[in-house]
Every structure is written in C-alpha cells, then in structure tokens.
C-alpha cells in the first residue's frame, strides 16, 4: 500500500512509491525543476545585467563594476542548480521506468518489466551519484 501526498505548489496527489517524487518541503519535482529553471534563467539575465553594466563603465572611462569573483560566485550558484535540475531529471526518468514496468507486470509480461526496473535502477544510481559528487565537490 503506497501512501500519497498534495503538491504544495500544485496540488497535485503525489503517490510514494520506491522513490519519492516529492521534497521535504511537499513540492512534487515537476514543480521543483520548473521553479529551479526559472531561478537559473533569473541568474542568466543577472549575469547579462553585470556584463552590460561593466561595458557601459568602461565605455565611460570608469573602472568595472563586478570582477572576477562576482562572476565566480554567480557560475558557482548556476552550476548547482543544473546539478540539481539534472537530479531531478534522473529521478523522473526512474518514475517512468517503474511505471512501465509495473504496466508489463500486470500484463505478464516478466522479461520486459525486468528490464524497465533495471533502468530505473540506473537512473537511480545516476541521481545519487549526482547528488553524492555534489556533496564532495
């Protein structure tokens, strides 16, 4: 028995399965990847702002306003969140291949849904390497 929950985002009922398409906070991951790309999008334009703000003082003969380690630090926070987009990609992929599998075994179909289950296995092992490689990096 697979207990669920609602999406706080959403609203969507999130059923628990071997994986949790869920945070800590109630979000279902769909909600979580779109809110991250649109944080990664507010940086790209952020980034963009700094470039156009450093040409204009230059034209103007005055010294750039961000240097290096502004730029650093802003690469660092957008190279998180791919990582964590891609996570979350992994972790999906996996629900699908579950979801397949459990479709083929209600068929009968053994050979197939063993195989679905391996990928989701896969994906799996990719999302927590993701996140472990994260962690030590």
């Known amino acids: 028995m697979s207990s669920s929950t609602k999406c706080k985002r959403c609203g969507r ?36 702002g700094m470039l156009a703000e450093n040409v204009h003082r230059l034209d103007c003969g005055h010294s750039i306003a961000y240097g290096d380690d502004a ?3 802003l690469a660092e926070r957008m ?11 992994w972790i999906e992929l996996a629900e699908k291949y579950e979801k397949k599998a459990q479709a083929h075994y209600a068929k009968g179909g053994v050979f197939l849904a063993q195989m ?7 994906c799996h092992k990719n999302a927590t390497h993701s996140a472990i490689k994260e962690e030590q990096g």
């Not at 109630?26 to 963009?48: M, S």
């Not at 190279?79 to 990609?89: D, F, G, H, M, P």
């Not at 679905?116 to 896969?122: G, I, N």
Request: charged residues 40%; glycine residues 0%.
């Open 79 to 89: 190279r998180k969140l791919n990582k964590a987009i891609t996570e979350i990609e």
């Open 13 to 48: 009922e999130v059923f628990m399965t071997r994986i949790s398409m869920i945070d800590a906070e109630n979000i279902c991951f769909p909600c979580k990847k779109r809110e991250e790309k649109i944080e990664l999008e507010a940086l790209l334009t952020e980034r963009e």
């Open 71 to 73: 730029f650093f630090e």
């Open 116 to 122: 679905y289950e391996e990928q989701a296995t896969v």
